[in-house]
């Protein structure tokens, strides 16, 4: 069960606890994976449009994660030995992939945003339009159909305060969505410090630098998010439907790197319709509610010198209660379940 510091800042009280104070995340593999394979990228229909590719995508994107990512034997989140031999480019493209998906799982968890896709896809939309280095990296929304833009910040070593500083101006550069200032703006950083992997969230200043409005809905989002998948699931091997907790999934395997991938059949249903309109009916059936924004803390809390008030919190849904822990279980409709492979002792040697 790999284990994620986390630390807040500059969030408001009134969102509660657990964003004032360093915490430690605990999740699975299968929560990993999950979130680093539906991240949305960079012209991801391009690239996923084009037949067998979406197979080698879906894959990739495994690869990564097991290439370079284990825990060591206190359960932390780690890079692997083979990240330590990349040369400082090679590290800095495997940062920035981790850290995309690394920032969904905690905005999953924290904030109840199942739906980030890339700003890149939306570019055109954009009014007026906005440079790619001066734009936050991720559009989405919360399960109750509120925006949210997120900008990621990756690196192989210590993370510059002057990063997140750049990150809170790229999320104030968008100003509406669909008409509507958005609910939050986050900057996330995923760094490493001793080979461990260390996260940092921030809750930038609500002043816009300048006024861009993105012209996308939310049908617009979630054909963009889903399509991807979608074409993944029927490329696969050995294609079936399952049910867990009253929900039936379209699922394949992949088993070059393992794992299987499946998506709910409602979502599956609505890629067959043309219009918007009829895309988003079908798809929000798939949609469940969030019990809460913010995931409840445990009971037990670390304490030590250290670290004198460091509190852990489940970063599992509960659309994944009861599930096995190689399986994981998403509030978009999507579910990652992972073969022996992954297993702790199966994974590649940490660092040093």
């Known amino acids: 069960m790999p284990i994620i510091p986390y630390r807040p800042e500059m969030f408001p009280v009134h969102m509660g606890q657990q964003l004032q104070v360093p915490a430690t995340?605990?999740?699975?593999?299968?929560?990993?994976?999950?979130?680093?394979?539906?991240?949305?990228?960079?012209?991801?229909?391009?690239?996923?449009?084009?037949?067998?590719?979406?197979?080698?995508?879906?894959?990739?994107?495994?690869?990564?994660?097991?290439?370079?990512?284990?825990?060591?034997?206190?359960?932390?989140?780690?890079?692997?030995?083979?990240?330590?031999?990349?040369?400082?480019?090679?590290?800095?493209?495997?940062?920035?992939?981790l850290s995309m998906g690394l920032v969904k799982l905690l905005c999953e968890h924290f904030f109840g945003v199942p739906w980030l896709v890339h700003l890149d896809n939306f570019d055109r939309d954009l009014d007026p339009p906005l440079g790619r280095g001066s734009r936050p990296d991720l559009i989405g929304q919360d399960a109750n159909g509120e925006w949210v833009v997120v900008e990621v910040k990756g690196r192989s070593n210590d993370l510059p305060t002057a990063l997140l500083g750049d990150g809170k101006l790229q999320c104030t550069m968008v100003q509406r969505v669909e008409g509507r200032i958005p609910l939050l703006r986050i900057v996330g950083g995923v760094y490493f410090k001793e080979h461990k992997v260390q996260t940092i969230f921030r809750d930038p200043d609500r002043k816009e630098a300048r006024p861009s409005d993105l012209k996308i809905n939310r049908a617009r989002l979630l054909r963009e998010y889903y399509t991807p998948l979608l074409d993944a699931v029927e490329r696969g091997e050995d294609t079936k439907v399952e049910v867990h907790a009253d929900r039936r999934y379209r699922v394949a395997r992949f088993p070059s790197l393992d794992f299987e991938l499946g998506v709910d059949e409602d979502v599956a249903l609505a890629g067959n319709q043309e219009s918007d309109t009829a895309f988003l009916e079908q798809a929000q059936k798939a949609v469940r509610p969030v019990p809460s924004s913010i995931a409840e803390p445990r009971a037990d809390q670390i304490k030590t010198a250290e670290k004198p008030s460091v509190q852990i919190f489940r970063t599992r849904s509960t659309v994944s209660a009861g599930v096995p822990r190689s399986t994981s279980l998403g509030v978009d409709g999507t579910l990652i379940r992972l073969g022996p492979t992954w297993s702790a002792g199966s994974l590649l040697p940490a660092a040093e």
């Open 25 to 97: 995340i605990d999740c699975e593999w299968s929560d990993i994976l999950r979130a680093a394979i539906t991240v949305g990228r960079r012209n991801a229909q391009a690239v996923f449009a084009h037949g067998q590719h979406s197979v080698f995508e879906a894959n990739y994107r495994a690869y990564m994660v097991k290439a370079n990512l284990t825990e060591d034997q206190n359960a932390e989140l780690v890079r692997t030995r083979a990240y330590q031999d990349l040369d400082p480019t090679e590290k800095g493209a495997v940062s920035y992939f």
